[in-house]
């Protein structure tokens, strides 16, 4: 078992107080908090190499540039891509998905579709439809059923050959749900269409295999896995990565510049115009390196208490309901007391320390489902505890007390 107090003790942010009460951090989905190591590596990087990376012939230019492309190994081996150049540094899960809808828009033509899960966060959606408009192809959504999870027969019915694109998120941030990302690649790869895989929330739970999924991309930001913000993975295949165009035009991308015609550069370069964020990408490979050495083993077995005990606690207070029932869920709670606006409830149980995600969490879709205008999101950590579930139960039967 983890020690869970050696564990808290790496986080210096958990050992405050706010608004006089000791920190209950239940908002991991939005972003995870940050261990002393990750903060140390981020001062210890200006304080010792800060230099641009792949231009310079001096010393620090080549530190920096080997421990940002040291990092880029650890990464491809924590998802276990097959090369090095299929993962490319980005600002986050959002760039990632932009890069790829981006490149897409050279390739789709009317009369194409992209299928989109009913699950999905705003930027797994936006881009997409953006793409559709330019293209004139086609949107298709998912539908989902009451608990939460993705209806596969429907999803089987809308795939054909007129799709080229199935979209879906590894694990929903609004309810946890888990969607079977596996059955749906084989799915969509039958009727030849490319898949894009949201990990932003699997990540900081589970370590994805890119190649046992056979997804053709996989996007995931740092700052949610204990990273920095900022930062961001884009994996995808290198035949696919060869085929989409550069994102961005700049520096750092390009082979030969002339005014006639430019020749890009080889991967993973060709997608990474300009001075990235250096010291970000340095250290979300220390981020990774932490996660595995607690273990996503240790991780999953505490979080999967953490759930279960919070489930059970919040459901024993009246007219409580949960949101995202189905049977495979990660560490997250989004509920609502009847009659009760979460954002009330949030607001008083925030004065009494507990920090929760309260409104529609960037994915208004599945709140007009479940006709809310949203709810309130307890979203935990390997580092949280079974007595802070305790503190938030009470504090959320104080507000109720209060509310009506
Ligand atoms: C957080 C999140 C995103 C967006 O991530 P950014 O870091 O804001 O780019 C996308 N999808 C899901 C499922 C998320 O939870």
């Given at each position: 078992?983890l020690?869970?107090?050696k564990?808290?003790?790496?986080f210096?942010?958990?050992?405050?107080?706010?608004?006089?009460?000791?920190?209950v951090?239940?908002?991991?989905?939005?972003t995870s908090?940050?261990?002393?190591?990750?903060?140390?590596?981020?001062?210890k990087?200006?304080?010792e190499?800060?230099?641009?990376i792949?231009?310079?012939?001096?010393?620090?230019?080549?530190l920096?540039?080997?421990?940002y492309?040291?990092s880029r190994?650890?990464?491809?081996?924590?998802?276990?891509?097959?090369?090095?150049?299929?993962?490319?540094f980005?600002?986050?899960?959002?760039h990632?998905i932009?890069l790829?809808?981006?490149?897409?828009?050279?390739?789709?033509?009317p009369g194409?579709?992209?299928?989109?899960?009913?699950?999905e966060?705003?930027?797994?959606?936006?881009p997409?439809?953006?793409?559709?408009e330019?293209t004139?192809?086609?949107?298709?959504?998912?539908?989902?059923?009451e608990?939460?999870?993705?209806?596969m027969?429907?999803?089987?019915?809308?795939l054909?050959?007129k799709?080229?694109?199935?979209?879906?998120?590894?694990?929903?941030n609004?309810?946890?749900?888990?969607?079977?990302?596996?059955y749906?690649i084989?799915?969509?790869?039958?009727?030849?269409a490319?898949?894009?895989i949201d990990?932003?929330?699997?990540?900081?739970?589970?370590?994805?295999?890119?190649q046992?999924?056979d997804?053709?991309?996989?996007?995931?930001?740092?700052h949610?896995m204990?990273?920095?913000t900022?930062?961001?993975?884009?994996?995808g295949?290198e035949?696919w990565?060869?085929?989409?165009?550069?994102?961005?035009?700049?520096?750092?991308?390009i082979?030969?510049?002339?005014?006639?015609?430019?020749?890009?550069?080889?991967?993973p370069?060709k997608?990474?115009?300009?001075t990235?964020?250096?010291a970000?990408?340095?250290?979300?490979?220390?981020?990774?390196?932490?996660?595995n050495?607690?273990?996503?083993?240790?991780i999953q077995?505490?979080?999967?208490?953490l759930?279960?005990?919070?489930?059970k606690?919040l459901?024993?207070i009246e007219?409580?309901?949960?949101?995202?029932?189905?049977?495979?869920?990660a560490?997250?709670?989004?509920?609502?007391?009847?009659?009760i606006h979460?954002y009330?409830?949030?607001s008083?149980?925030?004065?009494?320390?507990?920090?929760?995600?309260?409104?529609?969490?960037?994915?208004?879709?599945i709140?007009n489902?479940?006709?809310?205008?949203?709810?309130?999101r307890?979203?935990f950590?390997?580092?949280?505890?079974?007595?802070e579930i305790?503190?938030?139960?009470?504090a959320v039967?104080?507000?109720?007390?209060m509310?009506?």
């Amino acid at each position: 078992m983890l020690d869970i107090q050696k564990i808290r003790a790496d986080f210096p942010i958990l050992s405050q107080k706010v608004n006089g009460k000791p920190l209950v951090y239940f908002d991991n989905g939005a972003t995870s908090q940050k261990p002393q190591v990750v903060i140390d590596a981020d001062a210890k990087y200006y304080q010792e190499i800060n230099a641009n990376i792949h231009r310079g012939v001096h010393t620090l230019s080549q530190l920096a540039t080997d421990a940002y492309e040291i990092s880029r190994g650890k990464v491809q081996e924590h998802i276990n891509a097959k090369f090095a150049h299929e993962v490319l540094f980005t600002s986050g899960t959002t760039h990632g998905i932009n890069l790829v809808t981006n490149g897409f828009a050279s390739i789709l033509k009317p009369g194409d579709e992209v299928i989109v899960s009913s699950l999905e966060h705003h930027s797994n959606i936006v881009p997409w439809q953006m793409l559709c408009e330019k293209t004139g192809a086609t949107l298709k959504v998912i539908p989902m059923n009451e608990e939460g999870e993705l209806i596969m027969e429907a999803y089987d019915a809308l795939l054909s050959e007129k799709t080229k694109v199935v979209t879906v998120n590894h694990i929903s941030n609004a309810l946890g749900i888990i969607n079977p990302i596996k059955y749906m690649i084989d799915k969509a790869h039958a009727v030849g269409a490319a898949v894009l895989i949201d990990g932003a929330q699997a990540v900081p739970h589970l370590k994805p295999d890119v190649q046992a999924l056979d997804c053709d991309f996989y996007a995931f930001s740092g700052h949610k896995m204990c990273g920095p913000t900022g930062t961001g993975i884009l994996y995808g295949k290198e035949e696919w990565l060869n085929k989409l165009p550069p994102y961005q035009g700049g520096g750092e991308m390009i082979k030969e510049v002339t005014f006639e015609k430019t020749t890009y550069a080889d991967l993973p370069h060709k997608f990474e115009a300009g001075t990235p964020n250096i010291a970000g990408g340095i250290v979300l490979g220390t981020a990774i390196d932490y996660l595995n050495e607690i273990g996503f083993d240790n991780i999953q077995k505490q979080e999967e208490e953490l759930l279960a005990h919070a489930t059970k606690r919040l459901l024993e207070i009246e007219g409580l309901k949960i949101y995202g029932t189905g049977k495979n869920k990660a560490s997250v709670v989004s509920f609502n007391i009847d009659g009760i606006h979460p954002y009330d409830i949030g607001s008083i149980i925030d004065k009494l320390g507990i920090a929760v995600r309260t409104g529609h969490h960037c994915a208004q879709p599945i709140m007009n489902f479940f006709c809310i205008p949203g709810t309130i999101r307890a979203s935990f950590s390997f580092y949280n505890t079974k007595e802070e579930i305790n503190l938030m139960v009470e504090a959320v039967k104080t507000a109720k007390t209060m509310l009506s």
